[in-house]
T-cell receptor, first 112, second 111 residues
Framework: GQNIDQPTEMTATEGAIVQINCTYQ??????LFWYQQHAGEAPTFLSY????GLEEKGRFSSFLSRSKGYSYLLLKELQMKDSASYLC?????????????FGDGTTLTVKP | DGGITQSPKYLFRKEGQNVTLSCEQN?????MYWYRQDPGQGLRLIYY???????QKGDIAEGYSVSREKKESFPLTVTSAQKNPTAFYLC??????????FGEGSRLTVL
């Protein structure tokens, strides 16, 4: 089975940096996704890690350590619009790549 | 524009009624999924389909049914057997990497 843990809530200040952690224990692993979900809306893709290391995309970066079952999402220069839920999702190997298992999400509140 | 279209956006159901949520995609993806989301929780997989005329149960399939008669369409029926159907339902399709492309969601409320 799959078990994914994320902090439930985080608060940060506009302009700051925040790191959202995700740990997972899975019976099979292909890759790890991060999605952003604003309240009442559908999730949207942020990042995808397959290999160990850091993937950078603008203000957002994501890190993966497969040996430790650990990932984090790093958000820099926080803006008010970054207030949202951030979902960590693990995908299995093989042809079921889209059959993701999701964590419960981390609700980030950005304050002025 | 390519994407996923879900309808209706809001739906109300009386006790004992079946309701069907529509999901259409024009991304030419083979795989499609239905997820359920309850407040403060992540997404849980209801059903998925990797090819036309074939689908598999996810983690919480009881009380739901699906069909996949066309590549573009993957409707979900919430039956009266689903005891707690009030939730936010998300349809998605995926490419070969597993990235999920979501519709806008359907919010179902039982009256």
């Amino acid at each position: 089975g799959q078990n994914i843990d994320q902090p439930t809530e985080m608060t940060a200040t506009e302009g700051a940096i925040v790191q959202i952690n995700c740990t997972y224990q899975t019976s099979g692993f292909n890759g790890l996704f991060w999605y952003q979900q604003h309240a009442g809306e559908a999730p949207t893709f942020l990042s995808y890690n397959v290999l160990d290391g850091l993937e950078e995309k603008g203000r957002f970066s994501s890190f993966l350590s497969r040996s430790k079952g650990y990932s984090y999402l790093l958000l820099k220069e926080l803006q008010m619009k970054d207030s949202a839920s951030y979902l960590c999702a693990v995908t299995p190997p093989g042809t079921n790549a889209g059959k993701s298992t999701f964590g419960d999400g981390t609700t980030l509140t950005v304050k002025p | 524009d390519g994407g996923i279209t879900q309808s209706p956006k809001y739906l109300f159901r009386k006790e004992g009624q079946n309701v069907t949520l529509s999901c259409e995609q024009n991304l030419n993806h083979d795989a499609m999924y239905w997820y359920r989301q309850d407040p403060g929780q992540g997404l849980r997989l209801i059903y998925y389909s990797q090819i036309v005329n074939d689908f598999q149960k996810g983690d919480i399939a009881e009380g739901y049914s699906v069909s996949r008669e066309k590549k573009e369409s993957f409707p979900l029926t919430v039956t009266s057997a689903q005891k707690n159907p009030t939730a936010f339902y998300l349809c998605a399709s995926s490419d070969y990497t597993g990235e999920l492309f979501f519709g806008e969601g359907s919010r179902l409320t039982v009256l």
